[in-house]
């Protein structure tokens, strides 16, 4: 993905990681793909915050440049991709899951599911492991 913003990030790890993002909807994307296992486009789009299908298929395409996502046909239906997660995407699971826990203090509405924060809450490495074990 070919940043909108051109970071000179001089080695500074938040910088990296702020221009790998880009925006808040590669951050939602890879929420969708990492934690509720989502790999369609259709399934996607579908998600609560209401991305329009131009921006999605624009992140998609970015996330795969950028080595997020890998993206093959569909067995199942040679009409369709799937999306999944590369190594590069997995390893931002811990990340996913301190902005979980930090979220879920400071935000009284939060919308996490209630079981998976008390699973991360009870052994946040296990719950990583479990996280990940799909993809593995």
Not at 55 to 60: G, K, W
Not at 63 to 78: C, H, R, T, W, Y
Not at 86 to 91: H, I, Q
């Amino acid at each position: 993905m070919t940043p909108k913003y051109k970071v000179d990030h001089t080695g500074c790890p938040i910088a990296f990681a702020a221009e790998a993002f880009g925006d808040k909807w590669t951050l939602l994307i890879l929420r969708e793909v990492l934690l509720f296992k989502k790999k369609h486009f259709d399934e996607l789009l579908s998600m609560r915050e209401g991305i329009a299908s131009n921006i999605l298929a624009s992140r998609l395409k970015g996330m795969e440049a950028s080595g997020l996502l890998v993206k093959q046909e569909d067995p199942a239906n040679g009409r369709r991709v799937i999306y999944s997660p590369t190594e590069k995407a997995l390893d931002l699971l811990p990340a996913c899951v301190e902005l979980i826990l930090w979220a879920s203090k400071h935000d009284p509405e939060t919308g996490v599911p209630a079981d998976m924060l008390a699973r991360i809450r009870r052994n946040r490495a296990k719950a990583i492991r479990e996280m990940r074990a799909p993809f593995d």
